[in-house]
């Protein structure tokens, strides 16, 4: 089994930056994907960041140039650095893990979840 931990998410002014961090424990080495999900209010799941072996690296269009994902095996961590915060961002934000050969951002693929951490952003 794999566990997973978010933390980092709080209210925040549009424009700033927030560094959302994923502990992972447990059987670490039976996952190599790790992927951040956000989810609105009234709105469905949303994969926007996902990393594989802590190098290969996949973007939601809608997110790309404002959201970098890190890996820090030495930590058994992982990272969602946001930056240019826009109110549209507000969602809370899930990481989640799966073993595979590929990256995607589809959420039915990914066995492990976390339990969230709430990003709000203010105008």
């Known amino acids: 089994q794999v566990q997973l931990e978010e933390s980092g998410g709080t209210s925040v002014e549009a424009g700033g930056s927030l560094r959302l961090s994923c502990a992972v424990s447990g059987y670490t080495g039976s996952v190599n994907v790790m992927a951040w999900f956000r989810q609105a209010p009234g709105k469905e799941r949303e994969g926007v960041a996902c990393?594989?072996?802590?190098?290969?690296?996949l973007y939601a269009a809608s997110v790309k140039g404002r959201f970098t994902v890190s890996q820090d095996n030495a930590d058994n961590t992982v990272y969602l650095q946001i930056d240019n915060l826009k109110p549209e961002d507000t969602a809370m934000y899930y990481c989640?893990?799966?073993?595979?050969?590929?990256?995607?951002?589809?959420?039915?693929?990914?066995?492990?979840w976390g339990q969230g951490t709430q990003v709000t952003v203010s105008s």
């Open positions: 989640a893990a799966r073993k595979g050969a590929g990256t995607t951002l589809n959420g039915a693929q990914y066995n492990y």
């Open positions: 990393i594989r072996d802590g190098r290969v690296k």
